[in-house]
């Protein structure tokens, strides 16, 4: 699949759902521990962090099962992924190396690869080379193509014969609901047109908000792997950029999400994101609407819906649809919660509520949020620093939650606290680039140079 290679730079990686849990990761893990000598226990471990986007263990794992020099072809699709989106592209142009030695078996899904990392050495003439291609290979899949455009615009600038012909090719995937990666192609045009939704009212949002995705600081070390810096008129081009004759608008694009026929409500939450865009007076309209469509759903869909809420400032309807009682059941649908609590300020609730442990949340996110909502409320400083601690300390060796501990520390100028977790997570993966510049970004922020 494209989104385990890494290919899939604007879908996220969904959540582990249905087989893929929680317990199958720790029991691999266990199992390759107990068990070092197998390689098979080694190699589960890492497939299953690359399939669930944990590219910076997975590439560990990955490292491990080089060591007994016996990878396999899809083996070294999945390491190269990894590689890339840790930025250790010398690791990854070994493996990409290996599997365009192939031949007549060089498959689309190699030789995009080779693409993104042209991109990551920014070489965009090479990087195009490899998209075009792609999209020219009769072998080539749906999501395959898909990526290879999406490609060709990161490299290259919107007034190009190359940028526009790949566009439309995005846009006639997206027409065709028979496409398998058609949904994927609207999503990806939706988010092309400047969706931010309209911004709060004074007093109705804190400017914290309990979110678990990393700094810009680590954002820059493992960029999307279609995501690059050069481009062919040698002007800085991202694949945010429209074409100037952009023919699908939004009201087309909305209308095609919504009746998708594999839509889920994430998908018509932004096809109402989209509307309110185009006409904002309708706003109080458009979420009346999705509150009476979503709000009676399962935790899937209230999830989405408090989400979308909570980006329009409504925390107020949040808490209306969700109580305590519905949202422990959920670790995204409490997070939500806690989201919609903190914008209203009510800091005395979201210190109760976490204290209470009534739900299911990783210990890590628990202590590190306590100490956010500790410190707004005026705690002592002891108590503040006691959670920090209490994170780090459930955080482990894990560079996944050390990086996220860290992130969620800088935003909330618990710098000590961010520089400390920056260092062990160093420790617990001297490659992870991005704990490194972790740590330069708060140097020069504090004006430390000579350390930086």
Same mark, same amino acid.
């Given at each position: 699949m494209?989104?385990?290679?890494?290919?899939?730079?604007?879908f996220?990686?969904?959540?582990?759902?249905?087989a893929?849990?929680?317990?199958?990761?720790?029991?691999?893990?266990?199992?390759? &521990?107990a068990?070092?000598?197998?390689?098979?226990a080694?190699?589960?471990?890492?497939?299953?962090?690359?399939?669930?986007? @944990?590219s910076?263990?997975?590439?560990?794992?990955?490292?491990?099962?080089? /060591?007994?020099r016996?990878?396999t072809?899809?083996?070294?699709?999945?390491?190269?992924?990894?590689?890339?989106?840790?930025? /250790? =592209?010398?690791?990854?142009?070994?493996?990409?190396d290996?599997? *365009?030695?192939?031949?007549?078996?060089?498959?689309?899904?190699?030789?995009?690869l080779?693409?993104?990392?042209? !991109?990551?050495?920014?070489?965009?003439?090479?990087?195009?080379?490899? #998209?075009?291609?792609?999209?020219?290979?009769?072998?080539?899949?749906?999501?395959?193509? *898909?990526?290879a #455009?999406?490609?060709v615009?990161? !490299?290259?600038?919107?007034?190009?014969?190359?940028?526009?012909?790949?566009?439309?090719?995005?846009?006639?995937?997206?027409?065709?609901?028979?496409?398998?990666a058609?949904?994927?192609?609207? &999503?990806f045009?939706?988010?092309?047109q400047? =969706?931010?939704?309209?911004?709060?009212? #004074?007093?109705?949002?804190?400017?914290?908000?309990? /979110?678990?995705?990393?700094?810009?600081?680590?954002?820059?070390?493992?960029?999307?792997?279609?995501?690059?810096?050069?481009?062919?008129?040698?002007?800085?081009?991202?694949?945010?950029?429209?074409?100037?004759?952009?023919?699908?608008?939004?009201?087309?694009?909305?209308?095609?999400?919504?009746?998708?026929?594999?839509?889920?409500?994430?998908?018509? *939450?932004?096809?109402?994101q989209?509307?309110?865009?185009?006409?904002? #007076?309708l706003?109080?309209?458009?979420?009346? @609407?999705?509150? /009476?469509?979503?709000?009676?759903?399962?935790?899937?869909?209230?999830?989405?819906?408090?989400?979308w809420?909570?980006?329009?400032?409504?925390?107020?309807?949040?808490l209306?649809? !969700?109580? *305590?009682?519905?949202?422990?059941?959920?670790?995204?649908?409490?997070?939500?919660?806690?989201?919609a609590?903190?914008?209203?300020e009510?800091?005395?609730?979201?210190?109760?509520?976490l204290?209470?442990?009534r739900?299911?949340?990783?210990?890590?996110?628990?202590?590190?949020f306590?100490a956010?909502a =500790?410190?707004?409320?005026?705690?002592?400083?002891t108590?503040?620093?006691n959670?920090?601690?209490?994170?780090?300390?459930?955080?482990?060796?894990?560079?996944?939650?050390?990086?996220?501990?860290?992130?969620?520390?800088?935003r909330?100028?618990?710098?000590d606290?961010?520089?400390?977790?920056?260092?062990?997570?160093?420790?617990?993966?001297?490659?992870?680039?991005?704990?490194?510049?972790?740590?330069?970004h708060?140097?020069?922020?504090?004006?430390?140079t000579?350390?930086?």
């Amino acid at each position: 699949m494209v989104a385990a290679l890494g290919i899939a730079v604007y879908f996220a990686v969904p959540p582990i759902r249905g087989a893929i849990k929680d317990w199958q990761s720790r029991r691999l893990a266990h199992q390759a &521990v107990a068990h070092p000598s197998e390689p098979e226990a080694v190699r589960a471990v890492a497939r299953l962090r690359s399939r669930t986007g @944990q590219s910076i263990t997975a590439f560990e794992w990955w490292n491990r099962v080089d /060591e007994e020099r016996r990878l396999t072809i899809e083996d070294r699709r999945d390491f190269a992924g990894a590689a890339l989106a840790v930025s /250790e =592209l010398a690791t990854a142009g070994k493996q990409i190396d290996a599997l *365009l030695a192939r031949g007549r078996d060089v498959a689309p899904l190699d030789i995009l690869l080779a693409g993104q990392l042209a !991109v990551r050495r920014k070489n965009p003439l090479l990087a195009v080379d490899y #998209a075009e291609r792609v999209m020219s290979d009769n072998r080539a899949k749906p999501y395959e193509i *898909l990526s290879a #455009a999406i490609l060709v615009l990161s !490299v290259t600038t919107p007034e190009s014969a190359a940028h526009i012909s790949a566009w439309k090719r995005i846009e006639d995937v997206a027409r065709d609901p028979g496409n398998a990666a058609s949904l994927d192609a609207l &999503v990806f045009l939706a988010n092309q047109q400047s =969706l931010s939704p309209a911004r709060p009212t #004074a007093g109705n949002q804190s400017s914290t908000s309990f /979110e678990l995705g990393v700094p810009g600081s680590q954002k820059s070390v493992a960029p999307s792997s279609l995501t690059g810096e050069a481009s062919l008129s040698l002007a800085q081009s991202k694949a945010t950029s429209q074409p100037a004759a952009t023919t699908m608008g939004l009201p087309e694009i909305a209308d095609a999400l919504e009746k998708h026929p594999n839509a889920r409500p994430y998908h018509r *939450l932004l096809a109402f994101q989209l509307r309110v865009r185009h006409d904002p #007076a309708l706003t109080d309209e458009y979420i009346s @609407q999705a509150v /009476e469509r979503f709000g009676k759903g399962d935790d899937e869909t209230l999830s989405a819906l408090t989400a979308w809420l909570n980006s329009f400032g409504r925390a107020g309807k949040t808490l209306e649809l !969700v109580d *305590l009682d519905r949202a422990v059941r959920n670790q995204a649908l409490f997070l939500q919660y806690i989201n919609a609590l903190t914008a209203l300020e009510r800091w005395d609730e979201v210190k109760e509520t976490l204290m209470s442990e009534r739900f299911a949340i990783e210990p890590v996110f628990q202590h590190m949020f306590l100490a956010t909502a =500790l410190s707004h409320l005026g705690g002592e400083a002891t108590a503040i620093t006691n959670e920090w601690q209490r994170a780090l300390e459930a955080a482990g060796n894990n560079s996944e939650k050390l990086l996220a501990l860290a992130g969620y520390a800088e935003r909330n100028r618990a710098n000590d606290v961010a520089d400390a977790t920056y260092i062990e997570a160093i420790k617990s993966a001297p490659k992870n680039r991005a704990a490194y510049v972790g740590r330069l970004h708060l140097a020069m922020a504090a004006g430390h140079t000579a350390e930086a």
